[in-house]
Nanobody
């Protein structure tokens, strides 16, 4: 079992920044990938950014590329998402996710086995 706990969400104005954190615990050795998804009301959950469990970022959605940066601290079992130049369309619940599969499609939420409880990000215009 793997437990994921997010923190760092909040409300900001457009152009502002936030940093999300995710702390993983449990059977981390079983994981291949870690990442962030988001879900806005009435929309499907979408992959935002992802990395290998060794800390190599391998995926950014086109909507966040060049604005969001993914990083990790393996010593603390933490994953971070630095979000800059936030836009109202970034408003969503953000979820940390982890997968035990050796191959994932970042648009497919079912490829991920473990999820955090989510943290809300609200960007006002």
């Amino acid at each position: 079992q793997v437990h994921l706990v997010e923190s760092g969400g909040g409300s900001v104005q457009a152009g502002g920044s936030l940093r999300l954190s995710c702390t993983a615990s449990g059977s981390i050795h079983r994981l291949y990938y870690l990442g962030w998804f988001r879900q806005a009301p009435g929309k499907e959950r979408e992959g935002v950014a992802g990395m290998t469990v060794r800390g190599i970022p391998i995926y950014y959605s086109t909507s966040v590329k060049d604005r969001f940066t993914l990083s990790g601290d393996s010593a603390k079992n933490q994953l971070y998402l630095e979000m800059n130049n936030l836009k109202p369309e970034d408003t969503a619940m953000y979820y940390c996710a982890a997968s035990t599969q050796d191959t994932v499609t970042w648009s497919r939420a079912p490829d991920f086995d473990y999820w955090g409880q989510g943290t809300q990000v609200t960007v006002s215009s």
